[in-house]
């Protein structure tokens, strides 16, 4: 039963063993095959092709599995490196933006030619109650409160809170904010507060008749003791007269565009103007 169930194994056995001592019989051999070799190469013939097939069939699939590792390894390999590579593009694009604008802040600095000192952002009121943002320098860096705070692009606002390493300041869009302001071009004066709810502003007590204009820049006074003379503050973008009352209608949008604002300056006071101010509050 067993021989038979495997007998087309034991003849395939059998010829290959003929075969081979066949072979070992006349391997030293120059002679012509015999007949009864011819026959076994004839017989043999088929199975040496299928042994031959089979055996590169197992070498390629073998040879591809070990390149297809490979190639999964090299390819795990530049997909980490490509990220790598993703990152520090991102990270030297962030460098070279942070060098703009450090460089134009400090020109801004050189031009202003009072004190100051430059902060970063470091986060904003999230109630919505306030226009408020928070910088990294406090009281232990020389930062003190009702310090003006501006940008390159005009003012910002001025600090309201300081702590040992950090301050806050409120910006020139808050409700409480007020600022003794002119227009440059009429040199017409007004005070101008924020909106809250909206990043404008609004110059209140301009006289009906003062020439006041669309686009007219809008530039700090000098008067209130905080803020020096000729900051810009922003534009005037709407002017309504109405036919009564003592006062004319003018909305100022900020220079500041507050929504990218990363870093600013920090204008200090000498110890004469803190005392004198001190005063002045305290009166």
């Given at each position: 039963?067993?021989?038979?169930?495997?007998?087309?194994?034991?003849?395939?056995?059998?010829?290959?063993?003929?075969?081979?001592?066949?072979?070992?019989?006349?391997?030293?051999?120059?002679?012509?095959?015999?007949?009864?070799?011819?026959?076994?190469?004839?017989?043999?013939?088929?199975?040496?092709?299928?042994?031959?097939r089979g055996t590169e069939a197992v070498r390629s699939i073998w040879s591809g599995y070990v390149n297809l590792v490979h190639?999964?390894?090299?390819?795990?390999?530049?997909?980490?490196?490509?990220?790598?590579?993703?990152?520090?593009?991102?990270?030297?694009?962030?460098?070279?933006?942070?060098?703009?604008?450090?460089?134009?802040?400090?020109?801004?600095?050189?031009?202003?030619?009072?004190?100051?000192?430059?902060?970063?952002?470091?986060?904003?009121?999230?109630?919505?109650?306030?226009?408020?943002?928070?910088?990294?320098?406090?009281?232990?860096?020389?930062?003190?409160r009702r310090m003006p705070v501006v940008a390159p692009e005009g003012v910002v606002g001025q600090t309201i809170e300081c702590?040992?390493?950090?301050?806050?300041?409120?910006?020139?869009?808050?409700?409480?904010?007020?600022?003794?302001?002119?227009?440059?071009?009429?040199?017409?004066?007004?005070?101008?507060?924020?909106?809250?709810?909206?990043?404008?502003?609004?110059?209140?007590?301009?006289?009906?008749?003062?020439?006041?204009?669309?686009?007219?820049?809008?530039?700090?006074?000098?008067?209130?003791?905080?803020?020096?003379?000729?900051?810009?503050?922003?534009?005037?973008?709407?002017?309504?007269?109405?036919?009564?009352?003592?006062?004319?209608s003018v909305e100022v949008a900020p220079s500041v565009n507050f929504g990218r604002l990363e870093e600013v300056l920090v204008?200090?006071?000498?110890?004469?103007?803190?005392?004198?101010?001190?005063?002045?509050?305290?009166?």
């Open positions: 039963m067993w021989f038979r169930r495997y007998k087309a194994l034991w003849i395939s056995t059998l010829l290959i063993v003929m075969a081979m001592a066949v072979f070992s019989a006349h391997r030293r051999a120059l002679l012509s095959p015999s007949p009864f070799e011819e026959f076994l190469f004839t017989l043999m013939k088929p199975f040496q092709w299928s042994l031959t190639v999964q390894r090299e390819n795990r390999h530049l997909h980490r490196r490509l990220r790598e590579l993703e990152q520090k593009l991102t990270d030297y694009e962030e460098l070279k933006a942070a060098n703009v604008r450090l460089r134009r802040l400090l020109s801004f600095r050189g031009d202003l030619g009072v004190p100051s000192m430059a902060a970063q952002i470091i986060g904003d009121d999230s109630t919505g109650w306030f226009r408020t943002v928070l910088i990294d320098k406090g009281r232990r860096h020389g930062v003190a702590a040992l390493g950090v301050s806050k300041v409120l910006l020139i869009t808050d409700r409480n904010s007020a600022i003794d302001v002119m227009i440059q071009r009429s040199r017409t004066r007004g005070i101008l507060e924020g909106k809250g709810e909206e990043d404008l502003c609004t110059m209140k007590f301009v006289a009906r008749t003062a020439d006041v204009k669309e686009g007219d820049r809008v530039i700090t006074s000098g008067l209130g003791g905080i803020y020096p003379k000729g900051l810009l503050v922003g534009r005037v973008v709407a002017v309504q007269k109405q036919p009564f009352g003592l006062f004319q204008l200090l006071r000498s110890p004469e103007a803190e005392e004198g101010l001190s005063a002045a509050e305290g009166s």
